[in-house]
Structures are given as C-alpha cells and as structure tokens.
C-alpha cells in the first residue's frame, strides 16, 4: 500500500510538472490582454519656436499627451519644434527629427520664420525668409514622403500675430507698417492661406489656428493678445485653444488606423 501510494505521488508530481513546464508558460504569456495589445500612437508635432517647449508653458503636445490617454486613446508625443526654424529647416532635419521615430501622425505646423521680412538686418532685408513658392514645396515634399510612408499628416496653419512694443522697435519698418493693427501679419496671412490650399489639394485634416486667432479677436472686449505671449508665440490660453482644435482632428485619424 506504501509502494502504490508512493507511485501515485510520483505521477501526481510529475502531472503537475507538466503543467508548469516552461512551454506551457510561454504559450499563457503570449496570450494578449486587451490591455496589452492598446499599443501607443506615436504622434510627432513637427514646426517652430511655436510647437518647441517654452520654460514652464505647458505647450499643446504636452496637453495631447495627458488628455488623449485620459480619453482612451494610448499615445506617445515627440515635440520635434525648434525655435527659428523655417521649412528649409523643416527638410534638412526631417528624417532624424520625425522619420525615425516611425510615428503614426505627424502635426505640421511652420509659417511665421518662413514669410518673416527682417528688416532689422544691416542692410535690411526686402523679401521672406522662404518665399511662399518654396514654402508650398517645401510643406508638399514633407507631405509626400509621409505619404509614401502611409504616414497620417494634420496640417495646421501658423497663428496670427499681433503688435507689441518690441515688436514694433525690431519689426516696425516698411514693408510693414507698424500703425496697422494687423500690420505685422502682412505677408504671414498668405503663406496661411498656403496651407488651407495644399489641404484641400492634398485632402488633408486641417487645423487653421490663424482664423481662430482671428475670430476670438472679433469677439467684444478680446484681442489676439489675449492668446499671445510676446505678440507672436501662444500662451496658455493659446496652446489650450490649439490643442482643443486638434484633439478631435487626431481622434478621427488615429481611429481610422485603428480599424
């Protein structure tokens, strides 16, 4: 009786190794969870000294990489803006700033250094940073090779600017005209009007920050101040708006990939 029930034991034991064994684990570790499997979307915002971080302002990809998961929506956020940078800029550094990351959406946003006048030079200068022809291209052959790459794009437009004191002392002289309140976005508003025309030829999502700066100017006692720091970068308020106009934009995107 000792004999068998030690025998029974020994079966008992070795049954209970074999469902332990090594393949059995690795095949209940590979089974996903739902959880699991909600990889995240890499999201890249792509422009200027409006897109980079700015000391402690909470930018608009910060705010898109704290509200998206709170909405159910898994993300990783690369803020790939550099103060000063034109889309010449834009190209040169493209594929180690965005490409490599391997997103699944990419938010372009330049403009403003691009149709920039800078009269404050010696001699002054008479004509855009990039002038608008080359800024079209410059925006296309970005959108192409995300294409290519079945890579998701936003468009969005620079915002507009307004006047400040010291704006006007290093931007205040002809072509533009420092005693029209809407002087500084002289040649700005067409480089914006650039953009809306490359998304509606491309059929691209866009966000037109510069007509939403624009209309919460009309509003009674507001200005477009009210959403700048310096006359020209978003405060607060400002990256809040932007952020608020994009994150439906990139719910609808990114649940088309999902599919």
């Not at 550099?82 to 490409?99: H, M, P, Q, S, Y």
């Not at 400040?164 to 040649?187: H, I, R, S, V």
Request: with cysteine; aromatic share 6%.
């Amino acid at each position: 009786m000792i004999l068998r029930a030690a025998s029974y034991l020994l079966c008992f034991s070795l049954m209970a190794g074999c469902l332990l064994c090594p393949s059995f684990l690795s095949a209940a570790e590979k089974e996903p969870t739902e959880k699991d499997s909600a990889e995240p979307f890499t999201i890249v915002t792509f422009g200027d000294s409006t897109t980079a971080t700015r000391g402690p302002l909470v930018v608009y990809s910060m705010i898109l990489e704290k509200e998206l998961p709170e909405a159910g929506i898994p993300v990783k956020v690369i803020n790939a803006g550099i103060g000063g940078n034109t889309t010449k800029n834009a190209v040169a550094r493209f594929e180690k700033d965005v490409l490599e990351h391997q997103p699944q959406l990419v938010i372009i946003q330049f403009g403003i250094n691009d149709s920039a006048v800078d009269v404050w030079r010696k001699p002054p200068a008479t004509t855009s940073r990039v002038s608008q022809e080359q800024y079209a291209a410059n925006l296309r052959a970005l959108i192409k090779q995300l294409q290519d790459k079945q890579i998701a794009v936003i468009l969005m437009t620079p915002n507009s600017m307004c006047w400040t004191a010291n704006l006007k002392q290093t931007y205040g002289k002809p072509p533009y005209d420092p005693e029209d309140p809407d002087g500084f976005n002289l040649f700005l508003k067409s480089y914006a009007e650039t953009v809306r025309k490359i998304a509606k030829e491309e059929k691209l999502p866009l966000v037109d920050v510069y007509t939403a700066f624009e209309n919460h100017a009309k509003g009674k006692k507001q200005s477009t101040r009210d959403l700048l720091l310096d006359g020209m970068h978003p405060n607060t308020a400002g990256q809040r708006m932007v952020a608020d106009l994009l994150i439906p934009q990139i719910k609808q995107v990114l649940s088309k990939q999902d599919k």
